[in-house]
């Protein structure tokens, strides 16, 4: 299990844990800001095809990775292997905690609409433990929106199925099957919830005396659900859509502008011979879905439809960092301290008002301010 640092924990190891413990060149062992990252492969992909209440599919694009707030480059001395290591070391964002900000690594989406109206985004959502949490997060204070209530979901439970009224066919005798006590057998369809009744579902696993215990988590029972994430958006405010810990399947999205025409897009075609993935996409990867350019922040694919600009990023487990020993090589950004609610550290572990200067961490960010 990857070792998660608070930013007081992560300001002090930066400084280094031991002034004595320094290498052949004066590098202390700590944790440092990632010069470089090499990638383990990343691929984006059709995956995990379900079926909507009709038993028509439904298409999503997998990435690979988690989405996270941070990666940073552990520096340490093995006494094992009598050799300095790196390491690559994880900060993920506490929502619950009252922390703000979003991904910078990893798999996640931002939907930027030019002009406000309703989106919904189709999304295939992995099962597992607390750790199966999705997050729909506005970019311009890095705080969630609130399920259920900020919006919506409607869809498929994995395991919930109804009859239909077509008979299945038994291949031996050309008639309807029947089980074993001789009744007759339908073709299954997935169960379809609406907004109410998924959250009702939801409501039944999770709320105890009026407390929600997973407020964030639209996996339950240990199933995966897929459906619609549904909710009004701003004109040119961001949304970031993401899980932590898990990959986050995106089908595409409508987007229904005030006073406007409705635009689709669709991540993944079925073209009559195979899925393949739309243009946007299909332009990233090779013949086997491999991402074709990888920056530092991951494989990242950007479009433009009439109506919004989408940012999708994906990214696997890095296969080797490079750390950043150099502070001066820090790039300075002017932070705006209005559009989030975290505190902020000096390198001491100190927190500092927003008219302190210099070098700070925030979010698990460490970044100069001017």
């Avoid at 440092?32 to 694009?61: A, C, H, Q, R």
């Avoid at 919830?193 to 407390?211: R, T």
Wanted: proline share 4%; net charge negative; with cysteine.
């Amino acid at each position: 299990m990857k070792k998660i640092f608070t930013l007081v924990a992560l300001a002090a190891l930066a400084i280094g844990v031991n002034a004595q413990e320094k290498d052949d060149q004066g590098h202390e062992a700590g944790v440092y800001p990632v010069k470089s990252v090499t990638w383990k492969e990343i691929t984006w992909k059709n995956g995990n095809n379900k079926k909507d209440k009709d038993n028509n599919d439904l298409l999503y694009l997998m990435g690979t990775g988690n989405g996270y707030a941070t990666l940073l480059a552990k520096y340490s001395y093995s006494d094992d292997k009598s050799e300095w290591q790196v390491s690559p070391e994880y900060t993920y964002i506490n929502y619950e905690k009252g922390e703000s900000g979003t991904p910078a690594y990893g798999l996640y989406y931002r939907f930027t609409p030019k002009v406000a109206g309703k989106l919904k985004i189709s999304v295939w959502v992995n099962k597992g433990g607390d750790n199966r949490k999705t997050f729909v997060v506005k970019g311009s204070d890095g705080k969630p929106l609130t399920p259920f209530v900020d919006y919506v979901f409607d869809g498929y439970i994995n395991g919930k199925n109804v009859n239909t009224n077509q008979p299945k066919i038994d291949e031996a005798t050309g008639q309807q099957a029947v089980d074993n006590d001789g009744n007759p057998v339908w073709i299954q369809a997935p169960q379809y919830f609406s907004a109410e009744e998924f959250k009702a579902q939801h409501d039944a696993a999770y709320v105890v005396e009026g407390v929600d215990a997973q407020p964030y988590k639209l996996s339950f029972n240990g199933q995966a659900v897929w459906g619609f994430i549904n909710f009004d958006v701003a004109a040119g405010e961001s949304y970031v859509v993401y899980q932590q810990s898990s990959q986050l399947g995106f089908g595409g999205y409508d987007f229904a502008p005030e006073g406007g025409a409705t635009e689709s897009y669709i991540s993944c075609l079925d073209m009559g011979e195979g899925i393949v993935l739309n243009t946007e996409f299909a332009n990233a990867v090779d013949e086997l879905g491999v991402a074709k350019v990888i920056t530092n922040e991951g494989s990242v694919v950007t479009f433009s439809t009439a109506n919004m600009d989408v940012k999708a990023v994906g990214g696997a487990e890095p296969a080797s960092v490079e750390p950043d020993f150099d502070n001066t090589g820090i790039s300075a950004i002017k932070a705006d301290f209005s559009n989030t609610a975290a505190p902020v550290y000096n390198l001491a572990g100190q927190q500092v008002n927003s008219g302190f200067k210099g070098l700070v961490i925030q979010n698990g960010k460490k970044f100069v301010v001017k």
